[in-house]
């Protein structure tokens, strides 16, 4: 934590005494930090997923207005291999479950990782008031 005059509001707020900053006060400041930077990672994973998911969606949906007799090029690997349509569709089905599992997993460990970020917030500006920044 970088060491900055303090304005007269700050000192007010802080019952004009400096607060120390301990050992296990930096851990968190590290803590609150690094679940920061994992919110963040998080966050662009699960854009990614939801796109994902809307792109297999948007597959199924254009292929149920396709023949079923008709032979659909699927992407298997880096080969494309024609497949019937009814079979194309269960394999998109498989895939959107897949990724709908995914999404529910990024969504609920970024929950996680934000309740942890909320106590880290509260235990510090609890001891430092306003002399500490969190808002990300």
Do not use: W
């Amino acid at each position: 934590m970088s060491r900055r005059m303090l304005s007269r509001e700050d000192e007010v707020a802080t019952g004009g005494e400096e607060v120390q900053v301990r050992r296990e006060d930096q851990d968190k400041i590290n803590r609150f930090s690094r679940l920061h930077q994992r919110e963040k990672v998080l966050e662009e994973e699960l854009k990614t997923k939801q796109k994902d998911k809307e792109d297999l969606e948007e597959v199924s949906t254009e292929l149920e207005l396709v023949d079923e007799d008709e032979k659909v090029p699927h992407k298997i690997g880096d080969a494309f291999v024609s497949l019937p349509q009814a079979e194309v569709l269960e394999l998109l089905g498989s895939a959107t479950e897949r990724i709908e599992k995914q999404v529910e997993a990024v969504e609920e460990e970024l929950s996680s990782v934000r309740d942890e970020m909320q106590e880290c917030k509260v235990a510090l500006y609890a001891r430092f008031g306003r002399s500490i920044n969190l808002e990300t």
